[in-house]
């Protein structure tokens, strides 16, 4: 399949993209890579292999879903730096404008 021809201006407008007259025939020669090595790839005998979703197993690490006793307020807000009304944290600000003091 290294005959693929592939018109660089049509996928960059359908990808909304300016591409520059020199990087066409980069992204071009890269694109076409893709392409026949996804060719190559569909030639390969997968016959009675599963399809995984990760090549690792992984097992359910949720806990069940059990009702407890809420945590005390005081021990919680013990270490804040600051409150706010009495029962809110107070961080810093991060962003610049809307400041709330």
């Known amino acids: ?14 990808a909304r993209l300016e591409i520059a007259p020199e990087e066409r025939e980069k992204l071009s020669a890269e694109l076409k890579n893709i392409v026949n090595y996804i060719a190559e790839l569909s030639e390969v005998d997968v016959e009675g292999v599963e399809p995984t ?15 407890v006793e809420p945590a005390d307020r005081t021990l919680l807000f013990e270490n804040a730096p600051a409150l706010m009304n009495g029962d809110l944290f ?6 610049p404008g809307e400041g709330i003091n």
């Open 1 to 14: 399949m290294s005959n693929t021809d592939i018109d660089i201006d049509y996928i960059a407008s359908l």
């Open 53 to 67: 979703a990760h090549a690792i197993a992984l097992s359910n690490v949720w806990r069940e879903d059990e009702a």
């Open 90 to 95: 107070k961080v810093p600000q991060t962003l």
